[in-house]
């Protein structure tokens, strides 16, 4: 590759202050914050949320399946760049990454708390510590701020400080705090984003109905196969709710939910229209549903082999590998290794759209 290799989905390990110390006086006290449990090790606990989020898989990059564990892990021993920037400066170069996309952990499990003012107030500190963490490295650290979208009005004056801290894009609550987001109310919304130029993120985990504690049939592991669902479920309601209709230049991104779905998904709901659009209820659509998702919507993955395999059965300009640091999905620090085991039958072009420049053109980098 003759281009610079960008992670679209990366993320920090918020530490333990970043809301505490940033937070509205009057959640001083509620703030999210961090316990050390003998046996469970570091924890941090979010008041209202009946389990405390462990310490054990955020931060396991570059571990053996076989000592992955959720509980036990100290902060102090975790990926140093989580929450410090200039180690993460060593460890983009120890996998062969020269920029990355960020996201928040803890803020992924907050966006279903259900208190919207207690869920707002925590994006605010969040976004606060976040342009401070990507400022040591703007070039390097793009980061996304969010918001609780309790209002039209809200989310909209939301965009505008998340853009004046230098945070290049919104991480977006996967139900937000009236209508569900094909409701044109979000008009408003849609068009602000379009026009600061703020793309839309939704990433797994943070809808109501994809969370890995959710009850799943069978064993534990069958619930793990069900976190994509809430974000194919954002999308259709993207598409077939005709938010693209009425807004053609709104992208959106489909963040960590894998992309060796989308062709079928998009022949799925093409044929939903073509054979039950007269008595199933959708929005009024002039194109065919997979022309809106071709055009609309960006898909991250890490280790999708599949995804690499069917890019021209979808948009591969809108493909965008990542590779989850410092998750415990995360391809860190082999990424370079799978890239070219799973990328090996691609064309220099094609490689330079999946690792650079879909990404860098959605979110204008220099």
Same mark, same amino acid.
């Given at each position: 590759?003759?281009?610079?290799?960008?992670?679209? @989905?990366s993320?920090?390990?918020?530490?333990?202050?970043?809301?505490i110390?940033?937070?509205?006086?009057?959640?001083k006290?509620?703030?999210?914050?961090?316990?050390?449990?003998?046996?469970?090790?570091?924890?941090?606990?979010?008041?209202?949320?009946?389990?405390?989020?462990?310490?054990g898989?955020?931060?396991a990059?570059?571990?053996?399946?076989?000592?992955l564990?959720?509980f036990?892990?100290k902060?102090?021993?975790?990926?140093r760049?989580g929450?410090?920037?200039?180690?993460? %400066?060593?460890?983009?170069?120890?996998?062969?990454?020269?920029?990355?996309?960020?996201?928040?952990?803890?803020?992924?499990?907050?966006?279903?708390?259900?208190?919207?003012d207690?869920?707002?107030?925590?994006?605010?500190?969040?976004?606060?510590?976040?342009?401070?963490?990507?400022?040591?490295?703007?070039?390097r650290?793009?980061g996304?701020?969010?918001?609780?979208?309790?209002?039209?009005?809200?989310?909209?004056?939301?965009?505008?400080?998340?853009?004046?801290?230098?945070?290049?894009?919104?991480?977006?609550p996967?139900?937000?705090?009236?209508s569900?987001?094909? @409701?044109?109310?979000?008009?408003p919304?849609?068009?602000?984003?379009?026009?600061?130029?703020?793309?839309?993120?939704?990433?797994i985990?943070?809808?109501?109905?994809?969370?890995? +504690?959710?009850?799943?049939?069978?064993?534990? %592991?069958?619930?793990?196969?069900?976190?994509?669902?809430?974000?194919? @479920?954002i999308?259709?309601?993207f598409?077939?709710?005709?938010?693209?209709?009425?807004?053609?230049?709104?992208?959106?991104?489909?963040?960590? +939910?894998?992309?060796?779905?989308?062709?079928?998904?998009?022949?799925?709901?093409d044929?939903?229209?073509?054979?039950?659009?007269?008595?199933?209820?959708?929005?009024?659509?002039?194109?065919m549903?997979?022309?809106?998702?071709?055009?609309?919507?960006?898909?991250?993955?890490?280790? @999708?082999?599949?995804?690499?395999?069917?890019?021209?059965?979808?948009?591969i300009?809108?493909?965008?590998?990542?590779?989850?640091?410092p998750?415990?999905d995360?391809?860190?620090?082999?990424?370079?290794?799978?890239l070219?085991?799973h990328?090996?039958?691609?064309?220099?072009?094609?490689?330079?759209?999946?690792?650079?420049?879909?990404?860098?053109?959605?979110?204008?980098?220099?």
């Amino acid at each position: 590759m003759l281009k610079p290799i960008i992670s679209a @989905d990366s993320h920090i390990t918020e530490p333990p202050g970043t809301y505490i110390d940033r937070i509205d006086r009057k959640y001083k006290d509620t703030a999210p914050h961090v316990v050390r449990d003998e046996k469970k090790g570091d924890l941090f606990v979010i008041d209202g949320l009946n389990q405390p989020i462990p310490m054990g898989l955020v931060a396991a990059a570059g571990q053996k399946a076989e000592d992955l564990k959720m509980f036990g892990a100290k902060f102090e021993d975790l990926h140093r760049g989580g929450w410090d920037p200039e180690a993460r %400066m060593a460890e983009q170069d120890r996998d062969g990454v020269a920029a990355e996309v960020i996201y928040p952990t803890v803020g992924m499990l907050l966006c279903n708390h259900p208190d919207m003012d207690y869920k707002k107030a925590c994006f605010d500190a969040y976004n606060l510590w976040i342009a401070e963490y990507c400022a040591v490295h703007p070039k390097r650290l793009i980061g996304c701020g969010q918001t609780a979208m309790r209002t039209v009005e809200e989310g909209i004056e939301d965009l505008r400080k998340i853009k004046a801290l230098g945070l290049r894009g919104v991480m977006m609550p996967g139900n937000p705090g009236i209508s569900d987001y094909d @409701d044109p109310i979000y008009a408003p919304f849609f068009e602000a984003a379009v026009d600061m130029q703020m793309p839309l993120s939704f990433h797994i985990l943070t809808s109501k109905g994809d969370v890995v +504690a959710a009850p799943a049939r069978g064993p534990k %592991m069958n619930g793990f196969m069900s976190i994509i669902r809430g974000c194919q @479920d954002i999308m259709g309601t993207f598409i077939l709710g005709a938010v693209f209709e009425r807004h053609p230049k709104l992208k959106v991104v489909c963040v960590e +939910a894998d992309a060796g779905w989308v062709p079928h998904y998009m022949y799925r709901m093409d044929h939903a229209f073509d054979r039950h659009r007269y008595w199933l209820t959708a929005g009024a659509l002039s194109k065919m549903p997979s022309e809106y998702f071709r055009e609309h919507i960006y898909v991250t993955f890490q280790d @999708d082999w599949v995804a690499f395999k069917m890019k021209d059965l979808c948009n591969i300009r809108r493909l965008m590998w990542a590779n989850d640091f410092p998750h415990s999905d995360s391809t860190w620090p082999n990424s370079q290794a799978l890239l070219k085991q799973h990328a090996s039958h691609l064309t220099e072009e094609e490689k330079n759209f999946i690792l650079h420049d879909n990404v860098a053109e959605l979110y204008n980098l220099q």
